[in-house]
Every structure is written in C-alpha cells, then in structure tokens.
C-alpha cells in the first residue's frame, strides 16, 4: 500500500459521500492505498451510512468523541496503515489523478511535504463569501501553474490535500488539538522546521464545495483572531505575513484605517454593510460584485484586528 487517505467528517453525510465516491474512483489502483474517514462525534447518520459502503481499496471507518480537525486528523493518521498519509476535507471533489499524482511526489525520496492543488467547487453557491475563498485560495494555485519557481510561503499552510510521511507527524506528535482554528498554520510551523522541504503539485486537484455565507466569515474572524493570539504566544519567533505580525505596526494608510475602524468596529460595518450588501444583490454585475468582495474583506480584517485588540489587552478573556 502506497499511500493512506485520511478524511475527518462531522455531520456532513451527504457531503462525506460525494468526496468518497470521487476518491473510490481514482485511477490508481484500489490495491494500492486506502482511506481512512474519521466520524469525529457526529449526530447524524454518518457512521451507518459508511459502514454500508464496501470499496474495492481498502477502507477503514474511525469513530470518536468530538475533538476538531486537528484531532480528528490525528486520530485518521494514527489508524492508517501505510507510511505515507494525504489529509483531505470531507467536502472535496477529487480529481481522479489526485491520490496517484500524491504517490508519484514521493516516488523520489526525501523529506517532504506535498501540496495539491484546490479550486471552488461549481456546484457551490454562488455569494462574496465563496468569491473570497476563490481569489485567496483558489488564485494562488492559479499562479502557481504559471510561476513554477514561486517561492512557498508560510500562510499557504493548508492541510486539505496534502501528504507527508507518518515519520515526520510522529515525530512532532500529530496536530496541536488545542487549536480549533489555524491548526495547519500552527502544525506547519513546527514541520518546517525540522527539514520537511514543502512541494506544490499542481497536478493533484480538488474542487472544495463551499457554503460559508458573508456572517460566517465574521464569525471566523474573531475565531481566528483567538487562535492568531495563541499562536504568537507559541511561536513568537515566526512571523506569518496577515497572522501575526498584521496590525502591530502601522505603515501605510490602509494599516491606519483598519486600525482606526478596529476600535470602533461598528463604524466599519456602518460604512461597509451596505456595499456587501449592494454586491450580494447584483452579484451577476462584476463590479458590484467586485465593490461587494473587497468590503466584506475589510469588514472581516476590522473585525479579526479588534478581537486580537481585545486579547492584547484582556488576554485571559
């Protein structure tokens, strides 16, 4: 067996199984590797609902309390019985190249961690929140089809398609399950710095279904802002361009702004709701559209900017 696939799921039935059946229909051989999905505390269906499936690879079903992603992640890796492990999310369409095109990045040897490739789904909704998730994640893979020598950056941590060896997690004891958000960003940090040579692979696509609304993405800003201020608190050595470092020094006028806004957030949503708003209503009108994507951005940035605020100056809050 080559290579293990591992796929944390929580309450997502449906979605779990559309990501299975794209990977049961791989064109690598079912003899050569597995997968391995992680129903990690779910109340719905899900765990009946797998152990009815009987693929042709090998398949193996992990059930547990609720403990996140990270934890889901480890307990997936843990399971698998091969010595080379793919992270994906349980709302990935694979492409059926993906698992082979993994294989094939570790034929040579080496210490490293391969990168695949993600894309918008299209069958996912379309809002300014998904418009986000294609111009920031979805736009780098784009670039990097074109600029193979792009040099890897820390922020593009992402462990939703991507494999490394069970060496290297062991070693470093899996993902940090005290972090419920940027725990790729986190488990990326400490994997570097043992050697572990990042490796895009364009060729190795999923198409992520995504449904955040512009509420959720404000939401996770403040989320993400916690987990930003545990993260320095970690590592205070690493400086991750918009983690860490944003919003402690005030360059430009745009720094300025947001951290004027940061302060006064409701001043920021006063100015900006509306323009989302104008831009979720004539989505089809590219600059709307545009108008639309670039407030919730901010809106998100000042919202991220005054919670890590707070945390600076109540940090047992």
């Not at 059946?21 to 609902?49: H, I, K, M, N, Y």
């Not at 152990?51 to 990270?70: D, I, S």
């Not at 899996?174 to 490796?199: A, H, K, N, S, Y």
């Not at 900006?272 to 998100?300: D, H, K």
Request: glycine share 6%; net charge neutral; with cysteine.
């Amino acid at each position: 067996m080559d290579i293990s696939v591992v796929v944390p799921t929580y309450n997502r039935s449906r979605m779990v199984v559309r990501t299975l059946e794209t990977l049961f229909a791989q064109t690598l051989s079912p003899s050569r590797f597995e997968v391995v999905v992680v129903v990690d505390g779910s109340t719905d269906d899900t765990a009946e609902v797998l152990k009815r499936m009987h693929p042709a690879c090998g398949f193996q079903v992990v059930e547990q309390e609720n403990r996140g992603l990270a934890g889901a992640r480890n307990s997936g890796f843990q399971a698998a019985r091969s010595e080379r492990i793919l992270f994906l999310d349980d709302d990935m369409l694979c492409d059926a190249e993906l698992v082979g095109t993994h294989v094939h990045a570790h034929a040579g040897g080496g210490c490293i961690a391969a990168f695949g490739a993600i894309f918008l789904s299209p069958d996912s909704p379309r809002s300014l929140a998904a418009d986000c998730f294609d111009r920031e994640i979805g736009s780098s893979h784009i670039l990097r089809r074109t600029k193979a020598d792009l040099p890897w950056e820390l922020r593009e941590c992402i462990f939703s398609n991507t494999s490394l060896s069970r060496e290297a997690l062991d070693s470093l004891g899996g993902f940090d399950e005290t972090f419920r958000m940027r725990e790729d960003l986190e488990f990326g940090i400490r994997l570097f710095e043992t050697g572990v040579q990042p490796r895009p692979i364009p060729a190795a696509i999923a198409y992520q279904y995504y449904d955040k609304t512009s509420a959720d993405l404000i939401r996770d800003a403040k989320a993400f802002a916690k987990a930003d201020f545990l993260l320095a608190q970690k590592h205070p050595g690493a400086r991750v361009e918009g983690h860490l470092s944003a919003g402690a020094v005030e360059d430009s006028w745009k720094d300025k702004t947001r951290s004027v806004l940061a302060r006064r957030p409701w001043l920021g949503d006063l100015l900006l709701v509306p323009v989302c708003e104008l831009g979720e209503r004539l989505y089809p009108i590219s600059i709307c559209r545009n108008m639309g994507v670039r407030a919730l951005q901010a809106r998100r940035r000042i919202h991220w900017l005054h919670s890590l605020m707070d945390l600076r100056l109540n940090p047992g809050v």
